[in-house]
């Protein structure tokens, strides 16, 4: 099967998907509550660069999807990150030209040290799970380019979707061969293994014409001659069963999840939703379309898809009736399935889909000019935007020394700025106790916005009169003093 056009594709789902050891599994199997949060510790030493560094964490779970944390550091600096993780998050770790894998674990802490040094690569130290695996980053990255771009070229052509579908799992299974022979250690391999097989099924076995339509063209037939359109029926999907999705070594890909949610979505299959029915009714009409493909009618896999019905549903902002939240934390024997859903059916709750209290989520909001739609809010009022996080200690330090100076100016309106890289859980909490206007933004509105007023650190302050021009920009908290002569002379 040949398609080099999704290689980056490819690749991108592969790097968030190589997996763990088996201490890691039986950890995961002895964990009672494998829902909860992780704890990344960021250290950097030696950094001399008078320009921020950009370090950006690509994480992704067996049901959530992949999402970015940007955080910029000038000098030296500790963060300390708390991330809502179900069962096992993966992450890309990147900073300049570097890239590692490393992962964490509900209640668990992973610790990462840059030791950056003036004429070589840094030193990183990694303390956390799964330390060969982010020994073996490069390796794993290299192997992966070379299975996909070793293809055949078949100058036979394919007409009928089953046929396809067989010529496409022999190909799996040939890579697969190499990835068990490639010099790599047990455990990558057998993640590896599972994730090919995965990221395959949904990128080609999932869409046979297209399929088809390339394997052709790259035969020799003519573009036009090669669009065909087959009526694709249930037995094409027999395929399912040669995967063998219940197999618990499914917790080591985290592509498992897109290829889930690639088969609630599909029109063939016309899986039911969870809206407006009972969860054994979804269950049961599942089970006897997937059952004959599968041959079994029971397991994790079930689980997921369930799982991922209802998180789709939620995603839709039809928010958990009483009834469903009953049948859900009644139904799974791994209670991680249900506090991860009923979490985020809390956090979906809490977006503020119209401008009213205090607390606004515009992480999915299209605003235009971010900055003037806020100002607007607040006519006739001194304005102190702060743009914080919630792993930013000088951020929530500067907070708590601000207290007497905003009990002291009443009339001057305090809005807060984050994004996503300060975890939804953790920032809803710390804004009830912090006094003022809290927006959460996605981290490309947050981009925008450093860009047009021309910062990349936090704690940044953003001053604006009654008349809704801008002041005085700081970047660092200038202390108490200097503060509260800024808002002084704003009433002056």
């Known amino acids: 099967m040949k398609n080099r056009t999704c290689l980056k594709i490819l690749l991108c789902s592969l790097i968030c998907a190589i997996k763990i050891h088996v201490n890691a599994q039986n950890k995961l199997e002895k964990n009672g509550e494998s829902f909860g949060e992780s704890y990344l510790k960021l250290e950097i030493r030696g950094n001399t660069s008078k320009e921020p560094r950009f370090f950006k964490l690509t994480l992704t ?54 030791n950056f040094k003036p004429s070589a690569p840094p030193d990183i130290q990694y303390n956390g799970p799964y330390k060969t695996i982010f020994r073996e980053t490069k390796v794993i990255q290299n192997l992966f380019r070379s299975i996909f771009n070793d293809n055949h070229t078949s ?51 999932l869409d046979p014409n297209n399929g088809m339509y390339l394997d052709n063209v790259n035969a020799g037939m003519d573009k036009e001659k090669a669009k065909i359109k087959n009526k ?47 969860l054994q009714d979804w269950m049961n009409r599942t089970v006897a379309i997937l059952n004959p493909l599968l041959g079994y009618s029971r397991g994790y896999f079930y689980d997921i898809m369930l799982a991922n019905a209802y998180l789709d549903q939620i995603a839709r902002n039809k928010y958990l009736s009483d009834e ?24 979906n709750t809490l977006r503020i889909a119209q401008d009213t209290g205090r607390v606004y989520d515009w992480s999915r909001l299209d605003k235009g000019d971010l900055l003037s739609e806020i100002i607007k809010k607040y006519p006739a009022k001194s304005i102190v935007i702060d743009f914080w996080a919630t792993w930013c200690g000088p951020c929530i330090s500067a907070m708590d020394k601000i207290k007497p100076v905003k009990e002291k100016y009443k009339d001057v309106v305090f809005v807060y700025i984050a994004d996503v890289s300060s975890p939804r859980t953790l920032w809803n909490n710390q804004v009830k106790s912090i006094a003022g206007y809290h927006y959460y933004l996605s981290s490309a509105q947050m981009e925008r916005l450093q860009k047009q007023m021309n910062f990349s650190s936090i704690p940044t302050y953003l001053i604006y009169n009654k008349h809704g021009k801008l002041e005085d920009q700081l970047t660092g908290f200038p202390g108490v003093q200097k503060f509260e002569e800024i808002l002084r002379n704003l009433h002056n």
């Not at 469903?324 to 956090?347: A, E, P, R, V």
């Open 232 to 278: 694709i029926n249930l037995d094409y999907y027999t395929f399912l069963r040669d995967l063998d999705l219940n197999n618990k070594d499914y917790l080591l890909s985290n592509y498992y999840n897109e290829l889930t949610k690639s088969l609630l979505a599909d029109s063939v299959l016309n899986l039911p939703t969870t809206d407006h029915i009972l």
């Open 155 to 205: 100058d036979k052509y394919v007409f009928e979707p089953n046929t396809y579908r067989d010529n496409a799992l022999s190909s799996m299974r040939e890579k697969i061969d190499k990835i068990n022979n490639a010099p790599l250690a047990e455990d990558s391999k057998k993640s590896l293994q599972r994730t090919y097989a995965t990221v395959y099924a949904r990128m080609f076995l």
């Open 324 to 347: 469903q939240t009953k049948d859900i934390i009644g139904y799974f024997k791994d209670q991680s399935f249900s506090d991860y859903i009923l979490y985020q059916n809390n956090i």
């Open 61 to 114: 779970s067996n049901l959530t999807s992949y999402y970015d944390i940007n955080i910029p550091i000038l000098g030296n600096a500790d963060t300390l990150l708390k991330i809502p993780s179900f069962k096992l998050t993966s992450a890309i770790l990147k900073i300049d030209s570097i890239e590692r894998y490393i992962f964490l674990l509900p209640h668990d802490s992973t610790q990462v040290i840059f």
